[in-house]
């Protein structure tokens, strides 16, 4: 089946430091890659939209200046959380759309990346 | 985008039979209904999508009455591994896609 990676696993940083997690679909091609964080005991929140070889689309209060997407082939996006603070500390993950039989999407999420801010 | 809602919590009991349905009255006619499974600290995994009738997979069973405005996860004599958060999702497969989060089921089997 579709397999999703994200690296790191989980990164430890220090407040006003940058820290970049990758996603890669490993055996299909995305145009569309999704990234959502998730608070403890809490549902996943979307965050962007991610299109190979344009720009981002952002969720409604979601900061397109604090946490930079890129998405520049088709089987790699990365987010980059930009001066990161203790709140942004959470759980991302992100997903890849491919299309299944049928002609419906099926979406496969990688699993997850810790972040957490000192 | 179709908005879900499902029960909030389930407890269940080892080799028991588990049905989880998902209300989703504003879906749309090229929505399909897909349902995926979260352990802690874990990625959704894919369990199973359907758009009418009945789907099974070798997991799990997705009932979908004609007017598809609820639909039912039904889970086949669970284990304890099976306790997890389900969640419900709808989307369609053209134009805007993208898959909003409900709360999901969390699920608790017991020995």
């Known amino acids: 089946g579709a397999v999703v990676s994200q690296h790191p696993s989980w990164v430890i940083c220090k407040s006003g430091t940058s820290v970049k997690i990758e996603c890669r679909s490993l055996?299909?091609?995305?145009?569309?890659m999704f990234w959502y964080r998730q608070f403890p005991k809490q549902s996943l929140m979307l965050m962007a939209t991610?299109?190979?070889?344009?720009?981002?689309?952002?969720e409604q209060g979601v900061e397109k200046d604090k946490f930079l997407i890129n998405h520049a082939s088709l089987t790699l996006s990365t987010l980059t959380v930009t001066s990161a603070h203790p709140e942004d500390s959470s759980f991302y993950i992100c997903?890849?759309?491919?299309?299944?039989?049928?002609?419906?999407?099926?979406?496969?999420f990688g699993p997850g990346t810790r972040l957490t801010v000192t | 985008l179709a908005k879900t809602t499902q029960p909030i919590s389930m407890d269940s009991y080892e080799g028991q039979e588990v049905n989880i349905t998902c209300s989703h009255n504003n879906i749309a006619t090229n929505d399909y209904i897909t349902w995926y499974q979260q352990f802690p600290s874990q990625g959704p995994r894919f369990i199973i999508q359907?758009?009418?009738t009945k789907v099974t997979n070798e997991v799990a069973s997705l009932f979908i009455p004609a007017d598809r405005k609820s639909s039912t996860l039904s889970l086949p004599r669970v284990s304890l591994s099976d306790t997890a958060v389900y969640y419900c999702l709808v989307a369609r497969t053209s134009g805007t896609y993208k898959y909003i989060f409900g709360t999901g089921t969390r699920l608790k089997v017991l020995a």
């Open positions: 991610s299109n190979e070889g344009s720009k981002a689309t952002y």
């Open positions: 997903s890849a759309r491919q299309i299944g039989q049928g002609g419906s999407y099926e979406q496969y």
């Open positions: 359907g758009y009418k």
């Open positions: 055996d299909f091609q995305a145009t569309t």
